[in-house]
C-alpha cells in the first residue's frame, strides 16, 4: 500500500500544484493589503480566503488519489444534479449584486455556477469520448449544443451573464479542439449575432447595457458605470516597475478601486507590485496552461483528454476576460482572477478541478 502510494506521488505534477499555491499566496498578500487599508482593519474575508484555500488544497490532494473514471461514470447524474440546483436557486437562492446565484448555508455562501463549471466540462468530456469521432455530425453538434445550453439558458435567468459566457466558451472550445465541421460554427457565429441584437433589447438589463456602453466610451460616465474600469487603469498604470509596495497603492488603499477583492484584484496587485509582481503572475499562469497543454498531450484516453482541454479553456478564459476588464480592454463581466480574487466558491472549485487533472496525470504517467 505504502510502495502504491509512493507511485502515485511521484507521479504526481509538482511543478502544476507548485505555481497554483504561489498563485493563491499572491491572492492572499493581496487581500491582507486591502483589509489594513481600512481605519479599522477588517481581515474577516482574508481569514475566512485562508480556510477556503486549505479546505481547496486538501481537496486536491485527496481527489489526486482517487481513480479519475470515478467521475467519467457518475458524470451524467451530476450534470442532473447540478441542473436541478441551478432551477432551484434562481427560486430559492440569495441575491447578491442583482444576481440570484448564491445558497447560504451556516452564514458561508456558495454560488452554485461555480459547481456547474466543474458539471459541464465533465458531461461534455464524458459525451465527446463517446462522440468526438461523430462531431462533423449535425446531430452529434447540437446535441453537445443543448448540453451547454440548459446550463447557459439556468445562469442568463439568475441574472449572471458572465458565467454564462464561460460556460459558452468552454463548450466552443471542446468542440472547435474536437473536430466540429466550420460550416457549423459558422452557422452558429450567425445565430449568435441575431440572438445578441435580441438580447440586446429585450434580455439584458439596463446595468448590463450600460457596462457595454462604457467599455466603448468610458468617459462618456467616468463618476458613474465608467468608475470601476477608469479606476483600475489608473491603479494598473501607477504601479510602474516594482509597485508601490504592499499596503501602499493608493487606489487600493484609498478605495477608490470598487470591489477590489474580486473583480479588480488585478489592478491591485499591478499597483502594490508593479510591472514586476503582475510578470510573476502571468508567469505563474504560464507555467500553469503549458503543464495543462503538456497533460493534454500525455492523456491516452478521450475523457482524460478532453476533461483536461476543458479546464485549460475554463481557466484560460476567466484570466483574458478579468485581466481584459482591468486595463479597459473589455467589458465588466463580474469574471473572477482564479487563485487570486476573493471567494470561497471559485477558488475551491478550481483547487478541485487541479485535483481531478492531477488524477489523470498520475494514472496516464503509469
Known amino acids: 500500500m505504502l510502495r502504491r502510494y509512493l507511485i502515485l506521488l511521484k507521479n504526481f505534477d509538482w511543478v502544476l500544484f507548485g505555481a497554483v499555491f504561489l498563485l493563491i499566496t499572491f491572492g492572499l498578500a493581496a487581500l491582507y493589503s486591502i483589509a489594513i487599508s481600512s481605519e479599522t482593519p ?17 481537496l486536491l490532494l485527496l481527489i489526486s488519489l482517487l481513480n479519475y473514471r470515478i467521475w467519467q461514470h457518475y458524470s451524467l447524474l451530476i450534470y442532473l444534479a447540478i441542473s436541478f440546483l441551478l432551477l432551484l436557486v434562481i427560486f430559492f437562492g440569495k441575491t447578491i449584486r442583482g444576481t440570484t446565484g448564491w445558497f447560504s448555508l451556516l452564514g458561508v455562501n456558495f454560488q452554485v455556477v461555480e459547481l456547474a463549471k466543474i458539471s459541464l466540462i465533465l458531461m461534455l468530456a464524458w459525451f465527446l469520448h463517446h462522440y468526438a ?16 445550453l440548459v446550463y447557459f439558458l439556468l445562469v442568463i435567468f439568475q441574472p449572471d451573464l458572465g458565467s454564462a459566457i464561460i460556460l459558452f466558451l468552454i463548450w466552443f472550445w471542446l468542440i472547435f479542439f474536437g473536430g466540429a465541421k466550420k460550416k457549423h460554427l459558422l452557422v452558429l457565429g450567425l445565430i449568435l449575432i441575431i440572438i445578441a441584437t435580441l438580447a440586446w433589447f429585450f434580455l439584458f438589463a439596463d446595468y448590463q447595457r450600460g457596462r457595454i456602453l462604457t467599455f466603448i466610451n468610458p468617459a462618456s460616465d467616468p463618476y458613474g458605470r465608467g468608475y470601476h474600469v477608469r479606476q483600475a487603469i489608473i491603479a494598473v498604470g501607477a ?14 488603499q484609498l478605495k477608490f478601486i470598487p470591489a477590489s477583492q474580486t473583480d479588480f484584484i488585478f489592478a491591485v496587485i499591478a499597483e502594490e507590485l508593479g510591472f514586476l509582481g503582475v510578470s510573476l503572475v502571468i508567469g505563474f499562469w504560464a507555467l500553469i496552461l503549458y503543464r495543462l497543454a503538456k497533460a493534454i498531450m500525455l492523456m491516452k484516453d478521450d475523457f482524460a483528454l478532453f476533461f483536461t482541454l476543458g479546464v485549460s479553456a475554463l481557466f484560460f478564459s476567466q484570466l483574458m476576460i478579468n485581466i481584459g476588464m482591468n486595463i479597459g480592454l473589455l467589458p465588466v463581466t463580474g469574471i473572477s482572477l ?10 475551491i472549485v478550481s483547487l478541485v478541478l487541479i485535483g481531478i487533472v492531477e488524477s489523470m496525470i498520475i494514472r496516464n504517467r503509469s
Open 42 to 58: 477588517d481581515f474577516a474575508n482574508f481569514r475566512k480566503q485562508i480556510i477556503f484555500a486549505l479546505i481547496g488544497l486538501i
Open 133 to 148: 469521432n461523430r462531431l462533423a455530425q449535425l446531430r452529434i453538434f447540437l446535441i453537445s449544443a443543448a448540453i451547454c
Open 239 to 252: 504601479g510602474g516597475f516594482l509597485g508601490r509596495g504592499l499596503g501602499f497603492g493608493s487606489q487600493s
Open 338 to 347: 482564479p487563485f487570486l480574487s476573493y471567494g470561497g466558491s471559485f477558488l
